[in-house]
């Protein structure tokens, strides 16, 4: 898998990529990440990538060319799977469409910043629109480092252990199960007895239920997509 982020501040990813699962997965050459900085694809001396918007709105607009330059370059060296704009008007981005985007082979992820993009690269390039949440944040760069880590995690190999990830909240609509680990008594706080018992069974029966139980609790909304 490759994974290739626009932004006009790639400092602020650097070391993020290269750290904990995204860096080893990167080392075991199954996933390239790659940072692009759009003031590269500039075409003035001052390297600007923004301008007024017209109509006398607020704000500064990110200009067509410089994306539709680097967005070129790249897709002249390959096939992408999804153009991805983060936007806090896009589709919520949740743990199915990081199990979607797992699948995919190249993904190109443009980082928004000041009010925006021109429109017309959202029209005539970008394929998915992804949003992180209803709010907004000075540039799309934590967004993409939110939507990589999520994506890259659950790519085959990445986790050692990859039924870890596959009991993760989220998936199946549900949280996950309390977990705990040793001492099995710690200040008279005890694990229940259930986990201790051996019964591989009835873990897993205990397990789904507190799932149940903790979803109902804290994010019922989830059940009803079950429905």
Request: charged fraction near 30%.
């Amino acid at each position: 898998m490759r994974i290739d982020i626009i932004t006009v501040l790639p400092e602020l990813l650097e070391g993020f990529v290269r750290e904990s699962i995204l860096g080893r997965a990167q080392k075991k050459g199954l996933v390239e990440i790659h940072l692009h900085n759009l003031r590269d694809y500039a075409t003035n001396k001052y390297r600007r990538v923004d301008d007024y918007p017209f109509g006398g709105f607020a704000g500064m607009v990110m200009q067509c060319e410089p994306i539709d330059r680097c967005i070129s370059a790249l897709k002249a060296e390959r096939d992408y799977d999804e153009v991805i704009f983060t936007t806090p008007d896009g589709e919520q981005f949740d743990q199915p469409m990081a199990n979607t985007l797992s699948l995919c082979e190249n993904l190109i992820i443009l980082c928004g910043h000041y009010k925006g993009i021109d429109y017309r690269i959202r029209e005539h390039l970008i394929t998915k629109e992804v949003s992180i949440g209803d709010y907004v944040l000075t540039g799309g760069e934590l967004a993409a480092a939110v939507m990589t880590d999520a994506i890259v995690r659950i790519v085959p190999g990445v986790i050692g252990d990859e039924q870890s990830a596959l009991s993760d909240s989220f998936q199946d609509n549900l949280l996950a199960a309390p977990v705990y680990t040793r001492p099995a008594d710690y200040k008279g706080w005890t694990v229940p007895e259930i986990l201790l018992s051996g019964h591989e069974a009835k873990i897993k029966e205990w397990e789904l239920q507190q799932s149940f139980e903790r979803t109902k609790a804290l994010r019922p909304d989830l059940l009803k997509k079950k429905d």
